[in-house]
């Protein structure tokens, strides 16, 4: 999950929302993603998104099983499928996201006993360092927010 948070920091240099991924292969990272959303004005450059492809090129499969995903916040429902799309083995997640969180805050698609595959999920890892990093996000947006604002009367 320490690497996951190394992931969101670039994330956070960017001004991006300080979301970040690894995937773990036999005890090994095989790739690694943040949240680009933003920068590559792209719905899809989220951080688990782009680790997932990382990792199916680096396999040689879009199956990845065996495979373990680090993600410092709760996936939204576009990567909570592509992680069952992958057979992805395992989600380990830092802190929850009440309001777009779709791995057991909205609904939980990753255990959805009707789809071919569950994934097991392990939450709460690094869980204050994780939502920290989030709040610290969000306080300086509204922060500049606000001098822009001032700055413009
Ligand atoms: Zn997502």
């Known amino acids: 999950m320490k690497e996951a948070i190394k992931q969101a920091k670039k994330a956070y240099a960017l001004e991006e929302t300080p979301i970040g991924c690894v995937i773990v292969y036999e005890g090994k990272i095989i790739s690694r993603g943040y949240n680009r959303r933003n920068t590559d004005k792209n719905p899809l450059a989220h951080a688990e998104i782009t ?4 990792a199916s090129r680096k ?3 879009w199956r990845l099983e065996g495979c373990t995903m680090y993600v410092t916040l709760e996936p939204c429902q576009m990567c909570a ?10 989600v380990v997640i830092g802190c929850m996201n009440p309001k777009a969180g779709c791995a057991g805050s909205i609904l939980n698609l990753l255990q959805m006993d009707r789809f071919n595959h569950q994934a097991q999920i ?20 509204r922060e500049k927010k606000k001098k822009a604002k001032k700055n413009s009367a």
């Open 51 to 54: 680790a997932i492809r990382k």
């Open 59 to 61: 396999m040689g499969d």
């Open 81 to 90: 499928g592509a992680i069952v799309q992958s057979r992805m083995d395992r």
């Open 122 to 141: 392990t939450a709460g890892v690094l869980e204050e360092e994780c939502s920290s990093l989030m709040k610290q996000f969000f306080r300086e947006l």
